[in-house]
């Protein structure tokens, strides 16, 4: 999944009149929310903005440079403004983007009735990227914008669309984010391998045994989604499990263990053996979820540690009754 631009709303701080230290607790709380971002791949490690930083000045006579070096000699958030740092400022907007997105940008003004303006917000809408404001007025205080902008067609037909633009402001707006960008990435997976690839984005809460891998790469591409499905579902499943009271996890689906017969006979046993990535062992993987008639996800339950790892998935496994 491709990473998302970030672009800074000038509009949120050219106008604003908080005192110093109010913007300096905003664009700390601003820097956590990238980190967070960053740590999970959602953006790239830049800033787009229509001017360098030290020339973004607010109603203060602040520019936004300061005010990260106001930051930087704080003990408290010199974390944050480290980031800001090290983070490459891309301006003005369009610097280093092809022909087409210049084309495109140009060829984009407001519809009259935006709430929203400045080019910054035009620009985050055509690169489906994220926006970042300062929280200076209610307008900012959210984690998507939407944007209406209007486009001149070949056909010289005025053509007015909107568009969602997700946004940050706050540091818990990364949370979000980081949702959106997991389910989109869920959305895009079609190939098996996709899905071992990205497992731990999208599957947060499950292990995998490592022998997972072969067993994955086994399934053929039309039975994927459904597995797919149910696997999102044993994830939400552990990760509610994890932050609750409960003793086993409550599962949406079908999970059983296998009979005694089966688990008594050594070889149909050793047929659920995998190793484990939690115990680094060969551990017996018997408790199963059902997916049509002839496929199974076998699972090993750890209560002490409350976690739920698979170890295979694909056809049903012989029993004592096959």
Known sequence: MNQK?????DE????????SCDLCRFLASIARGLAALLSQDVIL???????????????????????????????????????????????????????????????LE???????????LVLCALLEGVAVSLPTATAWETNSLLVKLQLLTPDEELLTYSVQVEHLSREEHSIHLIENSKQRLFTDIVQPEQAWLHREKIFPSLLFSSDLEQHMADVQVGEFLPILRRLKELDNAAGSWLGSDEKWP???CKVTGESKSTMSNDKLRKL???????????????????????????????????????????????????
């Not at 949120?12 to 005192?19: A, G, K, T, V």
């Open 272 to 322: 659920r053996a995998f190793r484990s990535s939690l115990t680094g062992a060969v551990e017996i993987f018997e408790q199963h979820a059902r997916i049509g008639g002839n496929t199974r996800i076998h699972m090993r339950i750890d209560v002490a540690s409350k976690t739920i790892e698979i170890g295979y998935l694909g056809p049903h496994l012989p029993t004592s009754g096959s």
């Open 250 to 252: 409550i599962f949406p």
């Open 12 to 19: 949120s701080f050219l106008h604003s009149q908080e005192p």
């Open 45 to 107: 490690m830049e800033i787009r903005s229509v001017r360098e930083f030290y020339q973004i000045i607010s109603g203060s006579g602040l520019s936004l440079y300061d005010l990260i070096l106001t930051l930087s000699k704080s003990n408290e958030y010199r974390d944050e403004a480290r980031l800001l740092l090290q983070m490459t400022v891309r301006a003005p907007l369009l610097n280093g983007l092809p022909n087409d997105i210049n084309d495109a940008f140009w060829g």
């Open 5 to 9: 631009a970030v672009i800074f709303n």
């Open 110 to 120: 407001y519809a009259p009735e935006q709430d929203l303006s400045g080019d910054a």
